[in-house]
C-alpha cells in the first residue's frame, strides 16, 4: 500500500512542475490516444523511450515511478503470460513438453517452500523472486518427470505471441507512466481548477463543472490518505500478532474484515473533517469561489503544446501512410 502514487504530489521545480494543469492534462489524453494508434512492437520501443526521457525531463524519481508500478505487476505478468499462452499466429519458437508426474508434484513442493523461506528472508525483492519461482515451476515441469508419470501436455511458443506480450505491457506501462507524471507533478488544488476551467462548457447541458471537478480533486487527494491509514492499522496488528499473509482463508477473512471497520470508520472521520473545514471556508456548493493563484498560460505551455502534437501528427501519419 505504501508503494501506490496515485494521488500523490512531489514538489519540484522540474519542467513539468511549472506548467499550467491544463496543458498537462490535456496533453496526457493526446499522448495515450498517440500510444493507441501506434501497431508495431518498434513503434511503441520508441514511445517508450520518449516516456522515460519525458520522466527525465520533468526531473521525476524513476525510483519512485517503479514503485508505483508494484501494485500492477501482477496484471502485467498475467497480461504477458495470456498473450504467449493463447496466441498461436507466427512461427513457432520453441516447444515446452511438460507433464504431470509424481516426481515432479514432489519438485513442485520442494520448490515452493524453498521460495516461501527464501521470501522472508528478502523481502526487497519480492518481484525478482516471484519471476524466479515461475521460471523454477517451468523447468520443473519440462524436466522433472522422471517418476511415475501420469499426465502430459506441450505449450508452443510462437513469435507473434512474444511480440503481442511485449507490445501489450509496454502500452500499459507508458499509460501508467503518463498519469503517474501527471499526478506527481500537479498539486490537486491546481488539478481541481484545471478540471473545473475544461469542464465549463458542460454548463450548458446543466452539468456544474465546479461540483464534478471537486469530486475527483477529493478521490485523487485522500487515496494517498486512507491507504497510510490502512497500512498504520495493518502495522498496528501486526505488532499484535496479526499477519495477513499467512494462516487459513477463513483466519484471513477475519483479519482483512478487522481491517475493513476502522478503515470505515476513519473514512466516515475524515468525510466529516473536510465538511467541517469546507463549511469553516465558508464553501456553498454552486456559488462562486475565488483563489489566491489564477491559472494562467506561459510560453513553455506553447512550447509543450507544440510537442504534444508533433508527436500526435506523427503517430496519425505511421497510422495512415505507413
Known amino acids: 500500500m505504501k508503494n501506490i502514487v496515485i494521488g500523490q504530489y512531489v514538489p519540484g521545480s522540474g519542467f513539468f512542475h511549472r506548467l499550467d494543469p491544463r496543458t498537462k492534462i490535456i496533453a496526457v489524453l493526446f499522448l495515450m490516444v498517440t500510444i493507441f494508434l501506434l501497431e508495431t512492437i518498434t513503434q511503441m520501443a520508441i514511445a517508450f523511450g520518449v516516456s522515460l526521457m519525458l520522466i527525465a525531463v520533468g526531473r521525476i524519481s ?12 501482477v496484471l502485467l505478468v498475467f497480461t ?16 515446452l513438453n511438460m507433464g ?33 519461482y515461475v521460471t ?3 523447468a520443473i515441469l519440462t524436466y522433472g518427470n522422471v517418476w511415475v508419470s501420469f499426465s502430459s501436455f506441450s505449450v508452443t511458443v510462437y513469435e507473434d505471441g512474444v511480440v503481442m506480450s511485449l507490445f501489450v505491457v509496454m502500452r500499459l506501462l507508458i499509460i501508467i507512466m503518463f498519469s503517474t507524471i501527471l499526478t506527481l507533478s500537479t498539486k490537486p488544488t491546481d488539478l481541481t481548477q484545471a478540471l473545473e476551467k475544461l469542464l465549463h462548457p458542460l454548463k450548458i447541458v446543466g452539468i456544474r463543472s465546479e461540483d464534478f471537478a471537486l469530486i475527483i480533486s477529493i478521490s485523487l487527494r485522500y487515496i494517498p490518505t486512507i ?26 477473512i477475519t483479519q482483512i474484515v478487522s481491517l475493513l471497520v476502522p478503515m470505515f470508520i476513519i473514512a466516515f472521520k475524515r468525510s466529516e473533517d473536510l465538511a467541517d473545514a469546507m463549511e469553516s ?21 506553447v512550447f509543450a503544446s507544440f510537442v504534444v502534437l508533433l508527436l500526435f501528427g506523427a503517430s496519425i501519419y505511421v497510422k495512415v501512410f505507413l
Open 62 to 73: 524513476i525510483i519512485r515511478v517503479i514503485k508505483g508500478l508494484k501494485p500492477i505487476f
Open 80 to 95: 504477458f503470460v495470456f498473450q504467449i499462452m493463447f496466441n498461436q499466429t507466427g512461427e513457432a519458437l520453441a516447444t
Open 100 to 132: 504431470l508426474s509424481v516426481s515432479s508434484i514432489l519438485f513442485l513442493l520442494a520448490w515452493t517452500v524453498i521460495w516461501r523461506l527464501v521470501a522472508r528472508m528478502i523481502k526487497r525483492f519480492g518481484i525478482l523472486l516471484f519471476l524466479m
Open 136 to 138: 523454477g515451476g517451468l
Open 227 to 252: 491507504l497510510d491509514e490502512a497500512n498504520k492499522i495493518m502495522l498496528a496488528q501486526a505488532s499484535r500478532g496479526a499477519d495477513f499473509s499467512e494462516g487459513k482463508l477463513k483466519d484471513k
Open 281 to 301: 471556508r465558508n464553501f456553498v456548493p454552486g456559488k462562486p469561489r475565488t483563489r489566491i493563484y489564477e491559472l494562467s498560460f506561459a510560453a513553455r505551455d
